[in-house]
C-alpha cells in the first residue's frame, strides 16, 4: 500500500501533474454526462470523480489506472435503479449509492477469498461483443436529450446546438491533433490536449446560453456548491433486488477495470495484481456509496489519456480529484447553464471509441467461432439489455472453457523402428505390436476432460480390438484430480472384467506421490514403466511367452 | 435408433426378460414414493414410469439405463412447484408435467445444439455432495409420514408400521442376499432378488392393513385404473416462473443420467453418445408431460438392478413399462390400501444407497480442494435447499475450472552443457546466457490463460533483467485462441518498445497455419524458429556480434 509514495521520485511529479489537470478537465463534463446516463444529477459524475480514485489510489495496484464513472457501468447502474425507484424523487440517488456498496461489497470480499483469477472469465471477443452493444445501447439513449426531444418531433433549438457540438467534437476527434501537429505542437502534447475538446466545447455551449439565453433548451440546472456530504443512507427493503445487479456490476467494474490496467500495464512493464485490483475497486465503490455517488470503475479511454498525458504514479488521479474538489468549492452558478444536447454530444463521441469492430474483423479471419461469440454477446446486449448481455457473456465464456477442456489431445504411439522413440503413428512411420495399446495423454486429467478420455480409450480398443494390454504414457500428465483418479480406479476395473491389463508409464512424480495416497496402484490391473519403451517390451516379451 | 432392435439376437432375450420383471416390481413402490416426494399423486409415479422408458428406448443411447421417477429429481420438482401451486388443487399436477415439459424442451435443444461436452460439468465431489445434501433431505421430509406426525406427535400405529417396515427393510438390506446364498442361491440371482424386498414389504403391509383395518394409518388412496391418458395441460401464466427451475431441472436430470449410465457403459465395454443422451432424455421428459407425470431420470441404482438382473438392451425396459401398463390395467383396489408410513420407510432406505462418503473419504486424503468442494455444496443444499445447491455446485465448478486453467505450466530452459537438449532450469543442471530468456509455454494459449502468462513473463523478466531476447518454445502449444492472438500482439508491441526481442520456436503445424490468417507474424519483433537450439545459437551470436 502506497507503495508508490514511499519510493516516490521527483523526477514524476512534472509528468503527474500535467496528466492530474489533464484529466480534471475531462473528468468535468464526462462526469455529469455519465451521471445522466446513470439517471442521476450531473453533480453526482462530480462526487464519483473526487473520494473514489482517492481510496483506489491507495488500494489499488496500477499506476495509471483513472478510477471514476464510466459509461458501461453508469449504463447497467441506470437499468439497475429505474425499475426498482419508480417515480419517486430521491430514492434514484439512495439506490445508486447502495448499488455501489453492493458492488463494492462484493468487490473486496472476491479480494479477500483471493477470486482474482476471475479476470479471465471472458473471452477478448465477448468482452468486445459486450462494449460495441453497451456502446449502441448508451449512443442511442442520447438521441432524445440531443435533440431536446423524440426523433420524430425535435426541438429546434436544442437540435442545432446538440448537432453543431456533435459536428465540432467529431470533428476535434479526427482533425485537431494533426492540426496542432501542423501548428508545430508535439506528437504527444497535441494528441492529449485534443482530448480536451469536449470541455471547451461544453465552456463554448455554456457561454453562448449565458450571453445568448436558453430558447428553451434544457440545462444541467443548479448544481449545489461544496464537497460531497457523508452518505450513509440507504433503502432497506431494496437490498435483495440490489443483490444480482450488483453482483453483475461488480463484474463489470473488475473485468473493464482489469482489460484497461492490463493494456498500460504491458506498456510499461508494470505488474498488475489481481487481488489487490479486487481490493482497491471495492474500496473505490464503497467510496462512491460514501460520497453519495454511483458504481466507479477504470475508464480505459480516460487512462489511456492519463498515460499518454504523462502519468507515472497515482498521484496524478490525487491532483485531479483535489481539482474537483476545489472546482466545487468554487462558485458553480456556471455549471448549472451547461445546456444537455452537448452533454448528450460528449456522450455520443465518447462512446465511439469503445465502437471497436478490429476485434470482430481480427476473429472473423482467424476464429469464426469466437467470431460467433463476439455477435451473440453483441445482439444479446442490444436485444435482452446490458444486464441479460453480461449472463449471455458469462454463459458463452463457460461453456468455451468446458468445451475447450473437454476435448484433450491423446495420441496412439508406435515404435520408430530401429530406435527407442516412441511417436504418434498417425504422424510418423511407427510400427504397433497387434496386442499392446498405448495411448500417450497431452493433458491434464480432471473432471472436465475425463469423460472425453474415457471416450477415447473406448474407441481406441473398439478400433484395436486385438489389445490385451493398455499403456497409458503420462509424460505430460501433470495432475490428476479426484475425478480422475476415481475415473481411472474404474477403467482400471472395467478393463480387469474384459481381461485387458492397464499399465501406467512415465508417470511424473508429483503425479506418483499423490497416487500413493488412493488404492490405485495398489489395485492396479497391471504395472508401471518408467518408459514407454520399457513397457513395450516387457508387454511384449509376456505375450510372446504366453504363445 | 433401435440399432439394438436390429441386431437382436435371441440370446439376450432372458435376461432382458428377467431384468424387465424384477424392474417392474421395483418401480411399483419406488414410482408411488417418489411421487409423494414431489407433493403428486402416487399413481402420477406409476405414470412416469410407462412412457418415459419406452420413448427413451427409441431416442437413447444406454443398453441398460432405467429412466423414469427418481428420488433427487422428484424432490426438485416436490421444490419448485409447491411454492407456485399454494393450495390450488390439481394445479400441482399441471405444474409438475408443465415442469417436465420445460426440462425436457431444455434437453432437446441442448442435444440439436451438440451441447453434450456440459456432461463434464460437474467435478465428482460436487455431484456426490450434492447427492448426498438431497438425500439427506429427503430422508428428513419422510420423518413426518413415516411417524404419521410430527416427530414430537407421533401417531402410534402409523410409528410402529413405519418403524416395522423400516427394521425390515434394513434388515432385508443387510442380510437378505446373504441369507439367499447361504440357503444355495447363486450370487446375483441371490443379490437381484434382495432388491425385491421394498416390494415385498409393501404387499405385506397392505396386506395387513386388509386384513386387520387402517386403525388411523394415512393410505395412498384409490388410484385410477386404466393407462396414463393424453395430457395437454398448462397453466399458461406459470412459464416464466417454470423456466428456472426447469433448466435446473435439466441440467441435474443430464448430469445425474449421464453419470449412472457412464459406470454401466464401463462395465460393458459400451459406447455412450452424451448428443443422443440429451436427445433421450429431454424426448422421455415430453413424454412424461404427456402422460401426466413430472421429471424423469435415469436412476442409478435401478440401473444397476437392470444391469445385474441381466439387461443386455432397452428391450428390458420396455418389458417392465409394459408390465406396469398391464398392472395398470388390472384391478388397482389393492394399491389403495398402501400404508404411507411404509412408503416413507422405502423412501428412507432408498436413499439411504445414495449416502456415499467414499468419495469425500477419498478426496480428504487425495486432494483437500475437492473435499472442501463436496462438504460445500453437501452444506449449501442442506442450508439453501436444492435449488440454491445445484447453483452452488455451478459456481464451484466453474470457479474450479477458470482457476485450473489460468495456472498454465512454464518453464525456463537452459542447455544441458555438451548436447542439443533444452530443459527446465529448475530440474536440470542447465546454462543459459543472459541475454536470451527461453520460456517453455506447456498449455494452450486461449483466455482462461492468457493473463497468467503474461504475468509468469513479466515474473520473468523482471528476474532476468539483461534480457534481450525473449524465446517462447511453443511445441506444447496445440492451440491459440483470438483472446491469446491480440495478447501475443500487444505482448510483442510492449516488448518491442521496451527493445527486447520475441522470437517463436518449435510451432506447430497447425498453429502455424492460423497464425499466417493473422497479423502476429508480419509484424513480430523477432524470428520464428524450427528448434530451440537453432533459436538460441542464433541470438547468441547476435549478441556476440555486436559486442
Redesign the interface.
Known amino acids: 500500500m502506497l507503495d508508490w509514495l514511499r519510493h516516490y521520485r521527483r523526477a514524476a511529479l512534472p509528468g503527474d501533474i500535467g496528466a492530474g489537470i489533464v484529466v480534471a478537465m475531462m473528468l468535468v463534463p464526462q462526469g455529469m454526462a455519465y451521471a445522466l446516463v446513470a439517471g442521476l444529477p450531473p453533480v453526482a459524475g462530480l462526487y464519483a470523480s473526487i473520494l473514489p480514485p482517492l481510496v483506489y489510489a491507495l488500494f489499488g495496484s496500477s499506476m495509471t489506472q483513472s478510477v471514476g464513472p464510466m459509461a458501461i457501468v453508469s449504463l447497467m447502474t441506470g437499468a439497475a435503479i429505474a425499475p426498482l425507484a419508480g417515480g419517486a424523487p430521491g430514492l434514484h440517488g439512495v439506490l445508486a449509492a447502495q448499488l455501489a456498496l453492493v458492488a463494492g461489497a462484493v468487490l473486496l470480499l472476491c479480494g479477500l477469498l483471493r477470486?482474482g483469477?476471475?479476470?479471465?472469465?471472458?473471452?477478448?471477443?465477448v468482452m468486445s461483443g459486450f462494449t460495441v452493444g453497451s456502446s449502441l445501447v448508451i449512443a442511442w439513449g442520447q438521441v432524445k436529450p440531443l435533440l431536446g426531444g423524440p426523433l420524430q418531433q425535435p426541438h429546434v433549438p436544442s437540435t442545432v446546438l446538440g448537432l453543431a457540438s456533435l459536428a465540432l467534437l467529431l470533428l476535434a476527434r479526427s482533425h485537431l491533433a494533426r492540426l496542432l501537429k501542423r501548428l508545430g505542437m508535439a506528437g504527444t502534447a497535441a494528441d492529449v490536449l485534443s482530448k480536451l475538446a469536449p470541455m471547451v466545447v461544453v465552456l463554448a455551449a455554456t457561454a453562448a446560453v449565458a450571453a445568448y439565453g436558453a430558447h428553451g433548451i434544457r440545462l444541467t440546472g443548479p448544481v449545489p456548491a461544496g464537497l460531497p456530504q457523508l452518505n450513509l443512507a440507504t433503502s432497506p427493503s431494496h437490498w435483495r433486488e440490489l443483490l444480482q445487479p450488483g453482483l453483475l456490476i461488480g463484474f463489470v467494474v473488475f473485468l473493464m477495470s482489469?482489460s484497461a490496467a492490463?493494456?498500460l500495464a504491458?506498456?510499461r512493464?508494470e505488474?498488475?495484481v489481481?487481488n489487490r485490483e479486487l481490493v482497491g475497486l471495492g474500496a473505490a465503490n464503497v467510496a462512491a456509496m460514501a460520497s453519495g455517488a454511483f458504481p466507479v470503475t477504470g475508464s480505459l479511454s480516460r487512462s489511456a489519456v492519463n498515460f499518454a498525458a504523462g502519468a507515472n504514479t497515482p498521484l496524478a488521479s490525487v491532483i485531479s480529484a483535489v481539482l474537483l474538489a476545489a472546482a466545487l468549492m468554487l462558485p458553480t452558478g456556471w455549471l448549472a447553464l451547461l445546456p444537455l444536447p452537448t452533454l448528450a454530444a460528449t456522450i455520443i463521441v465518447a462512446v465511439l471509441g469503445l465502437l471497436e469492430l478490429d476485434?470482430l474483423k481480427?476473429?472473423w479471419?482467424?476464429?469464426r467461432g469466437?467470431?460467433l461469440a463476439w455477435l451473440v454477446t453483441c445482439v444479446g446486449v442490444l436485444a435482452l439489455g446490458v444486464e441479460a448481455g453480461v449472463i449471455v457473456g458469462v454463459v458463452l465464456?463457460?461453456?468455451?472453457?468446458?468445451?475447450?477442456?473437454?476435448r484433450p489431445?491423446i495420441a496412439v504411439l508406435g515404435r520408430i523402428p530401429g530406435t527407442e522413440h516412441f511417436r504418434n503413428v498417425d504422424r510418423y512411420a511407427a510400427t504397433r505390436c497387434e496386442e499392446v495399446l498405448i495411448l500417450r495423454i497431452?493433458a491434464?486429467l480432471?473432471?472436465?476432460?475425463?469423460?472425453?478420455v474415457?471416450?477415447r480409450i473406448?474407441?481406441e480398443?473398439?478400433a484395436h480390438p486385438a489389445t490385451r494390454h493398455l499403456v497409458l504414457t503420462m509424460l505430460?500428465v501433470?495432475s490428476i484430480?479426484?475425478?480422475a483418479?476415481?475415473a481411472l480406479s474404474?477403467?482400471n476395473?472395467?478393463l480387469r472384467?474384459?481381461g485387458i491389463g492397464l499399465h501406467l508409464a512415465e508417470v511424473k512424480g508429483p503425479v506418483m506421490d499423490?497416487l500413493r495416497?488412493?488404492t490405485l496402484l495398489d489395485t492396479l490391473n497391471g504395472k508401471l514403466f518408467l518408459s514407454t519403451a520399457m513397457a513395450s517390451e516387457y508387454l511384449n516379451s509376456l505375450d510372446k511367452e504366453k504363445r
Request: hydrophobic letters at 40%.
Open positions: 477470486l483469477f476471475l479476470a479471465n472469465f471472458f473471452s477478448r471477443p482489469m492490463q493494456t504491458l506498456k512493464g505488474k498488475l489481481s476485434t481480427t476473429a479471419h482467424y476464429d469466437d467470431a465464456s463457460m461453456g468455451t472453457l468446458i468445451w475447450r477442456a473437454s489431445h497431452d491434464n480432471f473432471f472436465g476432460n475425463v469423460e472425453a474415457n471416450e473406448e474407441d480398443l473398439r505430460a501433470s484430480d479426484t475425478t483418479l476415481f474404474e477403467l476395473a472395467g472384467a474384459r499423490r495416497a488412493s
